[in-house]
Every structure is written in structure tokens, then in C-alpha cells.
């Protein structure tokens, strides 16, 4: 039999008494449940509803002596107390309903029951830990084989943050899997546990949307050794916050680049389920010879990033690629040239190593494969950087760049909104836009490059009286005298007419001040927009933050909406939290009709994306554009 939905569950415990009390004749009490045994075992079998009574048990754990004591000596009477159990710091008070069914038994009925049907959660799985999150995403309340684990007793996390349990390369998956499941059933997602062995688990259970709300959590090792691959081929933004995390983490660990030759070329002939099916293949090659710690991803057509232990063998991962893309391939041949980078950061502080990781994976991305320079890890990558400093401070300096613009529309009418300016450097300085911007933040010029960015935005709104967003660095937003300059150039035009997108480039440490420096910004009628929202943990962050005017959604998750139902989760979860903090949204990478449909009906505001328009120079004015923002 099927599993009812989770409300007709609640539902049913909620008719159900919390159960029969019995007294032996040697002292002992205990606790069973006639009724839910017949109704909920067929559905969800005996472990499951062993799972529920553990943990109320655990919530309560003098229940059933505490009901034993008030329940009169003999007799039918019914009597009403108040019980209070405790999960972690938070107390909980029961209305209880005792009636003596016997010398040997009573019955108790709870009439406030919230507590009791938010343990259905735990009735869904058979697993190692069992734990209650808050909405903060600290844990209340814990059990399982935390000592096995993690070699500690499970009340030792107790108001510890969930994800302190789990691997640091690991914990912005987590982070948007939360948020991505306001109400109901988290979908399972594998994680890897902050453990020695960082042992591979799978986390599932409720978001429990109540009064107050609540994660239910279940964490448990798959069975069987083959269910420990993780095949999926993570996107180019996914790849990178994995190899972020990695750095963080600071383990040996290395970062392996495989190109694949002419890809497109080597392809040619192949459909598009053909080629979907070569991906999820190359995808589970991180699987292959049972090492189950490799992560691989897509960092650009026919480029593909492999995050492993430091023993990594990535000749055999090449050779296994260039057999799988040649058995695809209707030319049956197949040329990958590989690479590798030490992740180890080498005295560089983690903000330094963060950015040399982001300056490598960019370069693959544009260029493919460079060995030269690889064989001193991230230090060697960062010197190189500050050699071109002064090349990159003279394209600067010099206005040695254009502005390209893009239109943002309204969804639902299609009408332009505002421009987004798009930095395209001038000079042979870097080979991508991307890179430029990359190797300004990692040599200290996000202020000059910023600002230079704005002056000239400012021009083009004097220009064509249309409204500009602006990117700006999180490293340069994070700089006391960067607001002054910023609030300077601006006041040139009226307010509104420029807004500021702040990019998760570089993660803001003094969130705080930053905040003050926003609320300045934002005064002053610049209204603010989040980037990327959604495409790193930092960005949730920012959103609880700092009040802001917009988010962006990240165009990969705007593309994976229209693929399946998580995509579309991932989305609407976005646009609620948005919604939240009275932000309006707006949808990046929107290429066809199907995908501006589904944004509104996901409640999205804005769009863009080559469907409204691919990066030009500003057209001529037409009607004034200014964005409104909120006082």
C-alpha cells in the first residue's frame, strides 16, 4: 500500500490517543499503541513506527511514569493535567487525558498534539540519526548512533548547527536543499558527514511548516556499496562551490581539468538525448574503481573538472573518458588533454586561496588545459596573477573597456525594465570577461574597477535617460570608503536610474557593516540587487542580512525548472524567500517562451536572457526607464 500524503498522516496520529500505559507486576511501565499499530503499520511498516515511538520516548521521556502517577487507582475517571517534556532548551506543555482502563492499565489522551504529528517525520525512515532542526538551523533535539559517527554522545550537538555534522564541501548543498523545501518532504540528497572518513550518508525527512518551523531530519549510510556513487555531472556554478568547499575544508586534495579535443566537432551527429546520456556516463565515472570521494563537473563544453584526494589517478579518469566519449562518438575517436592543481593553500589565507581556485577553474573554462605555472598549487596561480597587476590596473586606469547592455523586462508584458552593463576589457590582458574581473578581485583593483564601471554607467544614463544596473564586488562593497565614491558618481543622475548588483565573487566577511553601508546606498534611491541569488551559501546569508530591492536567480536553476519537478522546487523556493524579505525577483538566462511561462507561474517578476535580447551597445533613448525601490 502507498504512502498517504504527510497531511493525511498528521491527521491520523492527531485521531489517534498517544497510546495504552501498562504496569507490570515487577515495576516495570510501558508504552504501546494498539491503534496505531493497526493503522500506520500496514502503511509504514513495524521500523518505521518503532522510529516514531523512539522519538517520542526521547521528547517525553517520563511520560509514562508521569502518567502512572496521575492516573486514579481504580476506576473509569478522567483526568486532565499538564505535562511538559523538553527537546533540547525548548519546553513543551501536553494536555493530557488519563482514564484507568484496568488495575494494569490506563490510557492517555493528548488534546494539543503539535509535538506528537511533527514526529511523523521520523516515521518515514529506518536510519542512523535522528535530529530536530529549528528554523535557524540549529539542532534541538538529537538521537541515533552519534558515537559511532562521530565518537560523541548525541546530546553533545545539541545547539550545535546542523551543519556542523556535515563535510565542509558538503554544506551549501545542504544549505539548498533547506531552503528549497519550505513544506513537506525534503528530497534525499547525498552528503558526506564531517566525520575522520567523511562517511556518505543520505539526508532526508519533513519541513514541518507550522506555528513554529521545523526540519525533521533523518540521516542513514546506503545499504548496499554501489548506492555510495554520487552520478550526477555537476554544473559549471555547482562544480565551483564543491571545489570552494574544498579549499575550506583544507585537505590534501587536488583539482584535476580534462579537455576534451573539439568537442563540439568530435559530437557532431549526435542528438540531444545522446548527448544527455554521454554526460550522466561521464557523470558516474567519478564511481568508477569504487572511489567514491571524486566529484565531476561540466566547467565548460567538452571541459570537465574532477575534485579528489590528493592520490587521485587522473590518467586513468582521461583514458576512461576518451574510451566513453570515442563509444559515443559516430568518428569513434576521441583526443583529452589533462591537468592537475595542488589545492593545498600553501600559507595563502583562505580569501587568497578562494580567489586563485576561482582564477584557474575561469581560465579552463576559457582556455582549456595550461600546464605552465600549475606545478606550484594555488600560491604559484596567485603570484602569477600579481605580475599582471600593473597590466590590469593601466586598462583601468585608461577606460581600456566597453560596456555591452542587456535588457531586464517585466514577464508578464514583456516591457524593458532596466539595463543590465556587461564588462567587455579591452587588450589581450585576459581572454574572457569573466578572467578580467576574476584576476582584478585576486590583485586587490575590484575598487578601481567598480568605480571605473559606474563613472562610465553614469554617462550612458545622462546619455539615454534608461535606467543601468551596475556589478559590484563583494570585495568592493566591503571597503569604508567605497559608498562615499560610489553615492558621488551617482548623484549625477536621478535616483533610481542606477541600480547596484552585488556579485557573490568574493564572500563578505563584516556582514554588519556592510549592512549600514546598503542601508546608505539604498537611501540615497539606488536601489540593490543580489546576484546569482542562490548559487552559494553566502548569498542566503546575504538575503537574511541586508534588506535589499531584488534577487537574481541563478540562470542554471532558471534552465533546470523546466526539466523537472526539484528544478522547479529550487526555483519557487527562491522567489518565496525572496518574497519574504518584500524583494522582487528577476530570472537569468530566459531563452524561450517555455521558460518566461513557467517563471510566472512560479510568481517570478523579471527576466532576462538572449529571449528579450543578447548584449549590445545602448540603443537610443526612448522613454525614460527608473527602477522603484522601497524607503
Known sequence: MAIPPTEDLHQMIQALPVGIISFGDDGTIGLRNAMATQLLVPLLGEPALDNLYFALRHLWPGLAGTVARFAAPAGTIVQQHSIDGRTGPRRTTLSVSITRLSPHHCMASIRDITRLTDMTAFAFAGSDLLIDVDAEGAIVWAAGSF?????????????????????????????????????????????????????????????FDGPVKRFFITISRPPEPEAMTDATLKSAKDFEIEATG??????????????????????????????????????????????????????????????????????????????????????????????????????????????????????????????????????????????????????????HFTLLYQPVVTLADKALHHME??????????????????????????????????????????????????????????????????????????????????????????????????????????????????????????????????????GAYVQAAVKGEQGRAFVGARRELATSTKAETIAEMVETEAQRALMLELGVHYGQGWLFGKPAPLPPARAPTMIQWKS
Open 421 to 554: 552593463a556587461l564588462l567587455r576589457p579591452s587588450g589581450s590582458v585576459a581572454k574572457s570577461p569573466q578572467e578580467f574581473v576574476t584576476l582584478v578581485e585576486a590583485v586587490g583593483l575590484s575598487v578601481a574597477l567598480d568605480l571605473a564601471v559606474i563613472r562610465r554607467a553614469v554617462q550612458a544614463v545622462r546619455q539615454s535617460s534608461t535606467a543601468i544596473a551596475v556589478n559590484i564586488s563583494g570585495l568592493s562593497i566591503a571597503e569604508p570608503l567605497f559608498t562615499d565614491a560610489v553615492l558621488d558618481a551617482v548623484s549625477q543622475v536621478p535616483a533610481g536610474q542606477i541600480l547596484i548588483e552585488l556579485t557573490e565573487t568574493a564572500e563578505i566577511e563584516d556582514l554588519p557593516a556592510v549592512a549600514e553601508r546598503i542601508a546608505r546606498i539604498r537611501s540615497a534611491g539606488i536601489p540593490v540587487c543580489l546576484d546569482d541569488f542562490g548559487a552559494g551559501s553566502a548569498s542566503f546569508r546575504y538575503l537574511r542580512e541586508l534588506r535589499v530591492d531584488m534577487v537574481k536567480i541563478d
Open 147 to 207: 558515537g559511532t559517527l562521530f565518537e560523541k554522545p548525541p546530546g553533545q550537538f545539541i545547539g550545535l548547527p546542523l551543519k556542523q555534522l556535515i563535510a565542509p564541501r558538503d554544506q551549501e548543498g545542504l544549505d539548498r536543499t533547506l531552503l528549497a523545501s519550505s513544506r513537506g518532504r525534503l528530497a534525499p540528497i547525498m552528503l558526506r558527514l564531517a566525520n575522520p572518513r567523511e562517511t556518505r550518508c543520505i539526508l532526508t525527512g519533513l519541513a
Open 246 to 399: 574544498w579549499v575550506r575544508g583544507n585537505q590534501p586534495a587536488i583539482l584535476g581539468m580534462l579537455d576534451v579535443e573539439n568537442w563540439e566537432g568530435t559530437l557532431a551527429g549526435l542528438d540531444q538525448s545522446h548527448r544527455d546520456s554521454l554526460l550522466r556516463e561521464i557523470g558516474r565515472l567519478a564511481g568508477d574503481g569504487g572511489n567514491d570521494a571524486l566529484v565531476i563537473g561540466e566547467v565548460a563544453a567538452g571541459r570537465f573538472g574532477v575534485l579528489g584526494p590528493a592520490d587521485t589517478d587522473l590518467e586513468r579518469l582521461g583514458d576512461a573518458l576518451r574510451h566513453l566519449v570515442a563509444n559515443f562518438s559516430p568518428t569513434g575517436q576521441a583526443v583529452v588533454h589533462g591537468g592537475t592543481v595542488d589545492l593545498d593553500a600553501n600559507g595563502l589565507t583562505l580569501s587568497a586561496s578562494v580567489q586563485a581556485l576561482r582564477l584557474v577553474l575561469s581560465r579552463f573554462a576559457t582556455s582549456g588545459v595550461d600546464t605552465q605555472g600549475l606545478a606550484g598549487g594555488l600560491s604559484d596561480i596567485l603570484e602569477q596573477a600579481n605580475q599582471q597587476k600593473r597590466d590590469l590596473a593601466e586598462v583601468i586606469a585608461g577606460g
